[in-house]
């Protein structure tokens, strides 16, 4: 009984490794790249384009930091693209309140899952 149970939790294991490392080589066929970053008082809003460059539709989640002229992190937000089909490119925008307002601003994509 003993060793079925290891041979289950190797199994399940191994799934669970192999999964990780399938959705990881998909990522690589994500491309993502920031078309606009602006605010308007303390309103943020970056558009975006996210290409799928593999055989697979992907949905998409995005992590964006929103930075001041000086670098100070002013927000996070995340956006999700609800389906990427494969060879396509889908564009996108996100918008996020400010806790103050930002004459100069800066939008990164700083995760891509």
Excluded at 15 to 33: E, F, M, P, Y
């Amino acid at each position: 009984m003993l060793g079925s149970l290891a041979v289950v939790a190797l199994l399940c294991g191994g799934l669970a490794t192999i999964g990780a490392l399938s959705n990881r080589q998909s990522l690589n066929h994500i491309d993502v790249q920031v078309t606009s970053c602006e605010s308007t008082g303390s309103v943020a809003k970056v558009g975006f384009t996210v290409r799928n460059s593999g055989k697979q539709a992907r949905r998409v989640t995005l992590d964006i930091e929103y930075r001041d002229a000086a670098g100070a992190r002013l927000d996070t937000d995340t956006a999700y693209v609800g389906n990427v089909p494969a060879g396509d490119t889908v564009r996108g925008e996100e918008s996020t309140i400010l806790n103050a307002e930002s004459t100069s601003l800066t939008c990164k994509v700083v995760k891509v899952s």
